[in-house]
């Protein structure tokens, strides 16, 4: 990852203070905003790179430590309206503010009070982020995450009790009377830590990744491109503001296990896959073969089968799975037709006769989303056998029961 430096005249207390290394963005775009500083908060000027510091906000808690003077330090929650209210210094305007930042205006503050105050501060607790997940997912839109995130379904698995009830996420069919929780693992993200003046300290101290967010949003699709993943920043307000993009291979965090591209997420970042012109399937059965989308999809099978009706199948199906699932075609059938709605209004409607060796992902063998409708129509020998049934069958009841009074007299 690339690190950009900041140059600049530092203050003399400042100077000698070095941050920690941190994982940082490689920016690829910037638009640049100004955004002037709340009154009552300064902004400073940071000794590190910034693209990837945490920006306090409402929700936010900080334990702030004044060396020697216990009196002042303690865990301090940041207010709706954004301030920090702190011992002999009353509300503080901290929102936009680094944790850096938040100690550096700190220590000027409390030397109107102290000779020479030693100012430590650091995060007690991470306020859930709500971020914009569009693009190529299954459910694009705003979202709250936090550190602490359970299993895909688990809501749906740990609550359904109704007889025949499938769970999406895990497979598993609810017996009446009886939660279908087996096979779900406990998350030790939800574990509760120790308790310091009302605030749970140590819970939810990880911070959301990309992965997260594009399991929240239902997982992916066949046409996403997960090898362009664009994550959108804000800046803090002491960089000016604005805003910065920076584009991931998130395809090979799946594939290869790559670490440095599942980014962490803050406050109001915007992620957005790309949508690919032809449908990947080798990378969505690498997607799911991991926990990132739900394990299965459900589509509908109808007409000339031997078992029709909704059919839950693999993530990664493809229309001849969905056919076998449903017992395989009658005899006597004509072409199959296969129905998908877009979710920009369009609809995907194909019909050809099945035959042959067709690979999946093929024009004649797609890879199923969640909602397809596979339907198998009459042949022309078929309908007329159906209209003529139609036909005679009200003459035929009628003769029969003509039959019987006739027979009973």
Known sequence: MALIALSGSWPAGLAQTQLPEQETLQVT??????????????????????????????????????????????????????????????????????????????????????????????????????????????????????????????EEATTSTNPGATNLATGQVGVAGRATTAGITSNPANQIGPRILGVQVNEALRLPTVFDALRTAGGVTPFSKLSEVSVTRK??????????????NFLTLITEGNESQNIRLFDGDTVVVARSPVELREQIIKAGQTNLSPDFVQVFVTGRVRAPGSKVLPQGASLDQALASAGGQKLIRGQVEFIRFNRDGTTDQRKFFVGGANPAGSYKNPILMAGDVVRVNDSPLSATVTVLNELTGPAVGVYSVYSLFRDFQ
């Open 235 to 248: 800046r803090p307000l002491s960089s000016g503001g604005g805003k910065m993009r920076t584009k991931l």
């Open 29 to 154: 775009e910037t638009v640049t905003i100004t955004a002037p500083a709340p009154e009552g908060a300064a902004r400073p000027i940071p000794n590190a790179p910034i693209q990837d510091a945490y920006i306090l906000g409402p929700g936010d808690a900080v334990v702030v430590e004044l060396l020697d003077i216990p009196e002042y330090s303690g865990v301090f929650t940041i207010g709706p309206d954004g301030t920090l209210y702190l011992p002999r210094l009353r509300s503080l305007v901290v929102e936009g503010l680094t944790v850096e930042e938040l100690r550096y205006f700190l220590t000027r503050q409390f030397s109107a009070y102290v000779r020479d105050p030693q100012v430590f501060v650091s995060p007690a607790a991470y306020r859930p982020i709500r971020v914009y997940i569009g693009g190529e997912v299954a459910r694009p839109g705003y979202y709250y995450l936090s550190g602490k995130q359970g299993v895909v379904g688990l």
